[in-house]
């Protein structure tokens, strides 16, 4: 995560505790606890089976001019020595479109056929 996240979130915490009734130090371990717990779903990674192929999917945050998009990667090693990626504001959709991307370029190289492909992306 980048400095400039980071900083705005402490400045952040810093002024709710400043401005909470309660004492600071019990409104500082709730928040730290909820904003940890909300940062670490937000990375996800996962083992399908592709085509009786071991396949791995991730996707992971970044912040790009003060806007969250999600970085998308799907890709089969031992398999195919390429990668599809993706770009979304999308959560879902930055799996989908990594997804997508190694398909087409699957098909491109002539690993799968066009049945394949049609199957894989419309189920």
């Known amino acids: 995560m980048r400095k400039g996240v980071v ?3 402490f400045v952040a915490l810093v002024v709710m505790c400043l401005y909470l009734p309660q004492p600071c130090e019990a409104q500082y371990e709730a928040l730290t606890a909820a904003i940890l717990t909300k940062l670490s779903k937000m990375w996800h990674s996962d083992t399908l089976n592709f085509l009786d192929h071991t396949c791995h999917v991730s996707r992971t945050p970044t912040v790009k001019r003060f806007k969250l998009y999600w970085k998308g990667k799907f890709w089969c090693p031992g398999w195919a020595p390429f990668s599809g990626t ?13 997804t997508k ?5 699957a098909l491109q190289r002539r690993l799968i056929t066009q049945q394949e492909a049609d199957l894989w992306l419309k189920g």
């Open 7 to 9: 900083t705005g979130l």
């Open 86 to 98: 993706s770009r979304t504001k999308s959560r879902s959709g930055s799996a989908r479109e990594a």
């Open 101 to 105: 991307s190694f398909v087409g370029q």
